[in-house]
């Protein structure tokens, strides 16, 4: 079975621009979850989707941060404009549904952004 | 709302031996999950364990095994026969079983495990 699949893993941009990242879940995984991952910190939920529907988006800085997760799969997060608080691994993942089989998320590698 | 807590920033054990990380939560729920994640360097998040609130029993896997204190509000997990490979950041994390919720994990801020040789 395959598992959550995120891109790019690294990205260094110039604070103002913009980037977008991209997951792909786990197949048959209804729930997908954004999380920011700050150095020295535990992940932060960003957004969560049941679905193609956002089921908690209450920590996403909405002026700058936006996701989508169109036709229930694949999700883009996106952020603009970056500020260089935003440098930060952003992790995906994916449960079978809202509660999950016994509540496990599957994680993807992440993908390390830096701000310059 | 939830907290976790992991007091030690870092530990380190030798090869085979016992090590044991400690997390503490703050929840005036009833029914919830509890988990050890492990994120080794460069690579991706993984369970290693939950424990789900309303059993007793500590849950075990493997060399892993929890220390489940629900009065304490207390989840240590103990790794035995400590390997190389054990290496890592591990992460506490509560997650509510509550109805209509939306079954966020809320994490602690990891304790760095280095097992030397």
């Known amino acids: 079975e395959a598992g959550v699949a995120q891109s790019p893993r690294y990205k260094i941009i110039e604070k103002r621009q913009s980037v977008a990242f991209w997951c792909n879940p786990i197949?048959?995984?209804?729930?997908l979850y954004w999380y920011q991952q700050i150095l020295g910190q535990g992940p932060k939920l960003l957004i969560q989707?049941?679905?193609?529907?956002?089921?908690?988006d209450s920590q996403l800085p909405k002026d700058r941060f936006s996701a989508e997760r169109l036709k229930g799969v694949d999700s883009t997060l996106k952020i603009q404009p970056a500020k260089l608080e935003d440098s930060a691994v952003y992790l995906c993942?994916?449960?079978?549904?809202?509660?999950?089989?016994?509540?496990?998320?599957?994680f993807g590698p992440g993908t390390r952004l830096t701000v310059l | 709302a939830q907290t976790v807590t992991q007091s030690q920033p870092e530990m380190s054990v030798q090869e085979a031996e016992t090590v044991t990380l400690s997390c503490t939560y703050d929840?005036?729920?009833?029914?919830?999950?509890l988990f050890w994640y492990k994120q080794p360097p460069s690579r991706q998040m993984i369970l290693v364990i939950r424990q789900e609130a309303y059993k007793q029993q500590n849950a075990t896997e493997n060399r892993f095994s929890v220390n489940f204190q629900k009065a304490a509000k207390s989840f240590s997990l103990k790794i035995s026969d400590s390997q190389l490979g054990d290496t890592a950041m591990y992460f506490c994390a509560f997650r509510t079983n509550s109805g209509g919720s939306n079954y966020k994990l809320t994490f602690g801020k990891g304790t760095l495990l280095t097992v030397n040789p």
């Open positions: 993942a994916s449960s079978h549904r809202l509660a999950g089989v016994l509540g496990e998320q599957f």
């Open positions: 989707f049941q679905n193609n529907g956002v089921v908690d």
């Open positions: 197949s048959g995984h209804a729930t």
């Open positions: 929840t005036s729920e009833n029914n919830y999950y």
